[in-house]
């Protein structure tokens, strides 16, 4: 299981507010940012992800995008 400690480490890093994270029930692979600091990730982008060490790359390349204020959903 993934630690709730690791999500707020990455979201000082990225220098936002805490972030939100919202699971979405779908089996495509995707994840998106919306209003600058939700980050929504579907249960087909957590299924491919086999460790904490590509949870965080991935965590971190979404903070990224709220870092960064983009939104998008696709």
């Given at each position: 299981?993934?630690?709730?400690?690791?999500?707020?480490?990455?979201?000082?890093?990225?220098?936002?507010?805490?972030?939100?994270?919202?699971?979405?029930?779908?089996?495509?692979?995707?994840?998106?940012?919306?209003?600058?600091?939700?980050?929504?990730?579907?249960?087909?982008?957590?299924?491919?992800?086999r460790d904490e060490n590509e949870l965080a790359?991935?965590?971190?390349?979404?903070?990224?995008?709220?870092?960064?204020?983009?939104?998008?959903?696709?």
């Open positions: 299981m993934f630690t709730v400690r690791a999500i707020d480490i990455l979201a000082v890093l990225a220098g936002s507010d805490k972030p939100a994270f919202r699971r979405v029930a779908k089996a495509k692979a995707q994840a998106w940012v919306t209003d600058g600091k939700t980050i929504f990730v579907s249960d087909g982008m957590m299924k491919l992800l790359f991935f965590l971190g390349h979404e903070l990224g995008h709220v870092a960064l204020g983009h939104t998008g959903f696709w």
